[in-house]
């Protein structure tokens, strides 16, 4: 099976501006999250996705939102960009979104914003 | 109090030795642990997932889980240079939602 994709896998923007990062997960996993990864904070859990309802989300603003299509497919969009969004985006999916399910990480969208 | 805590090292150890890694969590609700492995510049790949009390072997690799002191561990046996990396150690809460600590950072020496 295809492993997770992300798309774009670098992306530069400026202060203000929005950005829009997709996700495709590996086939017939319905389960979709997304984390950031900064030197500072670490890995963190934004939001998950399972069958286009988000049933999850971690302490972040509300500039940063997400949505799923009903081929699982996940976008998640970041609006009005600040420096300190610079970070490594990751995804990640699991078959059903059960807590012991192991998930699997797409290559991430590396952002940089100036 | 951090959720999920790690030495963020580094940890340096001589090839083939034992490298020990620990992790200690603060939700007792916890059910799920797991252990990835992330190369600068790559995302996380499972290394080891624990669900119950003891230890779970897999190659050179042992994870041990206490869930009385909530603690999370991972032997590396015969330790290899391709082992240095950063070993993120991560509990899931609720929904899908990993936590993950800050990680440790293994160097193997030659």
């Known amino acids: 099976k295809a492993g997770v994709t992300q798309t774009p896998r670098y992306l530069i923007k400026t202060r203000g501006q929005q950005v829009t990062l997709s996700c495709s997960p ?4 319905r389960s979709v999250s997304w984390y950031q990864q900064t030197p500072g904070q670490g890995l963190q859990f934004l939001f998950e996705y399972f069958s ?3 049933r999850n989300k971690g302490n972040f603003p509300g500039r940063f939102s997400g949505r799923q299509f009903s081929n699982s497919r996940s976008e998640m969009n970041v609006s009005t960009l600040e420096l300190g ?3 490594l985006y990751l995804c ?3 078959p059903l979104g059960l807590g012991e399910e192991t998930q699997y990480f797409g290559p991430g969208t590396r952002l940089l914003v100036l | 109090q951090k959720e ?3 030495n963020s090292g580094p940890l340096s150890v001589p090839e083939g030795a034992i490298a020990s890694l620990n992790c200690t969590y603060s939700d007792r609700g916890s059910q799920s642990f797991f252990w990835y492995r992330q190369y600068s510049g790559k995302s996380p790949e499972l290394i080891m997932s624990i669900y119950s009390n003891g230890d779970k072997e897999d190659g050179r690799f042992t994870a041990q ?8 561990s991972l032997l590396i046996r015969d330790s290899q ?3 240095s990396a950063t070993y993120l150690c991560a509990v899931t809460t609720g929904f899908q939602k990993l936590v993950f600590g800050t990680g440790t950072r293994l160097l193997v020496s030659p």
């Open chain 1, 26 to 29: 590996i086939s017939g996993h």
């Open chain 1, 52 to 54: 286009e309802t988000q």
């Open chain 1, 85 to 87: 969004d610079s970070a």
């Open chain 1, 92 to 94: 990640a999916s699991t």
């Open chain 2, 4 to 6: 999920v805590e790690q």
């Open chain 2, 65 to 72: 889980l206490n869930k009385a002191s909530q603690y999370v």
């Open chain 2, 81 to 83: 240079p391709s082992d």
